[in-house]
Structures are given as C-alpha cells and as structure tokens.
C-alpha cells in the first residue's frame, strides 16, 4: 500500500492477494473530477497495470451517495479553456488549446481501458457523464439497485467528448437505445442497464455490489495471470479489428504464451485435482 500513498484523490487497498481495491476519493464533491484528479487517475491506472503484486482491479467510488457525479463543472468554468481564459485569442488557437485538454482527459480516463489487468467496476449511487465515460473502460460491470446513470452531456450543452459516444454503442446491442439515452440525456436505472447488456450484475445496495466485485476478483486473481490478461487482450483486440487479424493475432500471441510454465501447471491440477499457483506475471 506504501507505493500508493501520495495520492490525494485515489486511495487503493488490497484486500486480498493480488487483489487492488481503488476507489475514487472525493466523497465530499460526489467524486466529480476536476484536471488533478483525472491525471491522478491515469497516473494510478498506470502504475496498477505495472504492478506485478495487481492481477484484478476493483473500480468503486468512495462514500455511499455516488460513484461519480462526473465532471466538477463548478472547478472547470474557473479554469482552464472552459473557464474563458485566452478570451482574446483566434478561433484556432482556441481550438489547439480545447483539443490539447480535451486529448488530455480522454488519454488519462483510456489508461483505464489500456490497463493489462481486468477492471471490475462497482457503480452505485449518482452514476452520471464521466461516470459512464469510465464505466465503459471497463471489462465488467455491476451495479447496486439504486444506481442512477444518465449520459448527461446534452444537458450541460456538448457532446459526450471522453469516451462513451465511441464504447457505448460496441458494448450495447441496441442502437436505438444507445441514441435514446445519449440524445435524451434521460436518467436510466440499474435494472434497465441490465435488461440491455451493460451491466451483468445487480446487487442490493453498494455493499453487496463491491462485495461481488471483490468476490470475483479474487477468483480470476487465483488464475494463471499469462492466461487472464491475455484473454482480455485478445478480446480488446477482436473488439476492434476484424475476425482474421483477430485470430491472427491469438496465433502469434499463443505461440508466446503456451510456452509459459502456468500451462502445464495449469493441465497437472486437473488430474491432482489441486488448486494451481502460478507465478507474477
């Protein structure tokens, strides 16, 4: 826990063996992300995906009212190219200053994505904008009953711009209802959210919903790490490029990977019927 103590606005614990626990740490803003706590946000994601003691992340946000209540609004129109600093420069100098901030922030919320660990998401409470944004980072996702997500960005006059316009519409079968949600700016709940595929799970309340996270975490943790964090990679990759530069990938890939020592181990339990340990990947 030592190598995680400066950080202001992301406290991680490990609750069991190779097992991070982060939780967002602003309970008193809702969580809301201002530009320190989205860079702390990469630079965690970063070094959590470094971390050979990680193989399983759990993503919460502290406190029981919000996962997050997504961008601090009040911190962005005091500073920075949405508060109207550089009023006397041309369009196009706006413009490289917008795009520089807003590369920024998508570049720190992906590193969540980019993380070689899988990334289980416990939402609960005000799930809103940016919260979505980062939800879709994610590799699975449970909720609590009283979740209460919206794509909010319409209301507050733009686009959702950090990356729920390009996920969302890969995780969720229905087209119309990703427009729905997304054009309407409508508040959705968690049962709903199941019913479409975005989340899997839904739990009583956040207790229970970070407790299943954990719980499952601590299975896939137990796990040959060569074999998790490739199948996530190769998943990610099908994802986003067809079936034949997908499959040859896995080829080149497991021509790597099956020389690892976790394969025979992994073979020898099934007839020992012991449960493997597998090395730090």
């Not at 193989?55 to 949405?82: H, I, K, N």
């Not at 719980?215 to 040959?224: N, Y």
């Not at 986003?240 to 025979?264: C, E, F, H, K, M």
Request: proline letters at 4%; a neutral charge; one cysteine or more.
């Amino acid at each position: 826990m030592a190598a995680y103590s400066s950080y202001e606005f992301m406290r991680v614990t490990f609750p069991s063996a190779y097992v991070a626990h982060l939780e967002m740490n602003r309970p008193s803003k809702l969580n809301a992300f201002s530009r320190p706590v989205w860079l702390e946000f990469g630079r965690v994601f970063r070094q959590l995906s470094d971390d050979a003691d990680v193989r399983v992340v759990v993503l919460s946000g502290a406190g029981d009212r919000a996962f997050t209540a997504g961008l601090d609004v009040s911190a962005a129109s005091s500073e920075g190219p949405l508060s109207g600093e550089g009023g006397d420069l041309d369009p196009a100098r706006k413009a490289k200053a917008l795009r520089g901030h807003i590369g920024e922030f998508q570049g720190c919320i992906s590193e969540m994505e980019r993380c070689e660990k899988p990334v289980i998401c416990a939402l609960h409470g005000v799930s809103l904008g940016l919260a979505i944004d980062i939800s879709c980072c994610a590799d699975v996702r449970l909720a609590a009953s009283n979740t209460r997500f919206a794509v909010k960005e319409v209301d507050i006059g733009l686009a959702a711009d950090i990356g729920t316009l390009a996920r969302l519409p890969r995780i969720v079968g229905s087209t119309s209802w990703v427009k729905d949600v997304c054009l309407s700016a409508r508040d959705f709940s968690a049962q709903e959210a199941l019913q479409v595929g975005f989340v899997s799970q839904v739990h009583e309340d956040k207790a229970r919903t970070v407790q299943a996270a954990l719980d499952m975490a601590s299975r896939l943790a137990e796990k040959s790490p060569v074999a998790v964090q490739g199948t996530k990679e190769l998943l990610n990759y099908g994802r986003d490029n067809g079936t034949a530069a997908a499959l040859r990938y896995t080829t080149i890939w497991n021509s790597v990977a099956l020389q690892a020592g976790d394969v025979p181990s992994a073979l020898m339990s099934v007839f020992s019927k012991k449960t493997p340990t597998f090395e730090k990947l």
